[in-house]
Structures are given as structure tokens and as C-alpha cells.
């Protein structure tokens, strides 16, 4: 299995967490993965995270996985998921699952979807064809949680978030990081709007 493919699974691997939430809450009723449960979860996995990424960048943790799964430009700087889970936690904790789940979906499914779309190609600003399909993935995920226009709204954000990669103090800001809070609070400001 390709490297990219790889880093591609385990970017989507993410999507467990919000689907045993939405397994439990909508099929198997057994009140075992609660919202708390979730937030637990990504709290927790910030913290171990926190502690790996200061290992890694300090010296102390050397591993194979960090070889295959973290970029070149991450080595040394936080990696991007460590961003994944910071913004992962940052959703979970602030807004209520009906519009966090979409924007962990956006991040988990659809990030990995324009990233092969992309070619894996770098560029600040994104081809059409990439913000074309982030927007129509992101959307297809979101339309099952929200009304139709929120839906719209946090797949254009999330779009906006995946394909312009703004560069603060000489580092890219990783989308990682980005696509689930502008995707969400793009949804919460229209739901609050309309």
C-alpha cells in the first residue's frame, strides 16, 4: 500500500469516533458512547497527543510511524495530526453534536477525498477541481445534520479552509487545523441566522 494511501486511511480512521456516537444514538440506543464519552475521548487523545509531539520535536521519540506518516516539512514543527486532534477537541468541546459531527466528517472523510483529488499536490491556493469536490463531499456529509442552508454554508467553508493554505510568520497554516472550526462555525452562524 502506497505511503499516501496510508496517511489517507489513517486521516479517515478519525471518522470512528463521531460514527459510534451516531451508531449508538440512532441505531443500537445503548447509551454507551455518549456525547461526554466523545469529548472524553478527544480530550484525552489531545493529552497523549500533546505529550508524543513534544517527545517527537525535543528528541526523545524517534519511531517508523512518525517516518511514514508525518510529512517532511512537519519534522520540525508540530505535525499535522497533532492539528487534526487540537481542532477535533476544539469542536467537540464547543459545539453540540448536530453540527459537530458534519465538521469532524468534513475533516475525517472529505479532507482525504481532495487530497487525492490534488495529487497531493502543495499550493497555497487550491486547483478548482479540488475546492470543487471538498465543497461537494463536505456537503453530501453535512445535509443529513443540518438545514440546507447550513449544509451549504460549512461545505463552503470547509472548501475555503481546504484549498487557501494562509502562511503566518513563515509556516503554513494546516488545514488540519482549520477545516472543522471554519466549517463549523460557518453552519452554527447560519443555523443561528436563519
Not at 12 to 17: C, D, E, R, Y
Request: charged content about 10%.
Amino acid at each position: 500500500m502506497g505511503l499516501e494511501i496510508r496517511r489517507r486511511l489513517v486521516h479517515a480512521s478519525g471518522a470512528v469516533v463521531p460514527g459510534a456516537y451516531l451508531l449508538d444514538v440512532h441505531v443500537l440506543e445503548v447509551g454507551v458512547v455518549t456525547w461526554r464519552v466523545v469529548q472524553v475521548l478527544t480530550v484525552v487523545g489531545l493529552v497523549v497527543v500533546a505529550g508524543l509531539e513534544a517527545a517527537r520535536l525535543h528528541g526523545d521519540l524517534q519511531h517508523a510511524i512518525y517516518d511514514q506518516l508525518t510529512r517532511e516539512y512537519e519534522q520540525d514543527t508540530v505535525a499535522g495530526y497533532a492539528l487534526y486532534v487540537l481542532s477535533a477537541t476544539v469542536v467537540v468541546l464547543v459545539f453540540d453534536p448536530q453540527i459537530a459531527v458534519p465538521a469532524l466528517f468534513m475533516l475525517c472523510l472529505a479532507d482525504p477525498v481532495s487530497g487525492m483529488v490534488s495529487g497531493g499536490e502543495f499550493r497555497t491556493v487550491a486547483r478548482p477541481h479540488v475546492f470543487a469536490t471538498m465543497f461537494v463531499v463536505s456537503l453530501v456529509l453535512a445535509v443529513p445534520f443540518v438545514p440546507p442552508a447550513a449544509a451549504v454554508a460549512g461545505a463552503v467553508g470547509a472548501a475555503l479552509a481546504d484549498g487557501i493554505k494562509p502562511v503566518v510568520g513563515g509556516h503554513v497554516v494546516d488545514d488540519n487545523l482549520t477545516i472543522p472550526v471554519v466549517a463549523a462555525v460557518m453552519m452554527w452562524v447560519t443555523m443561528a441566522v436563519l
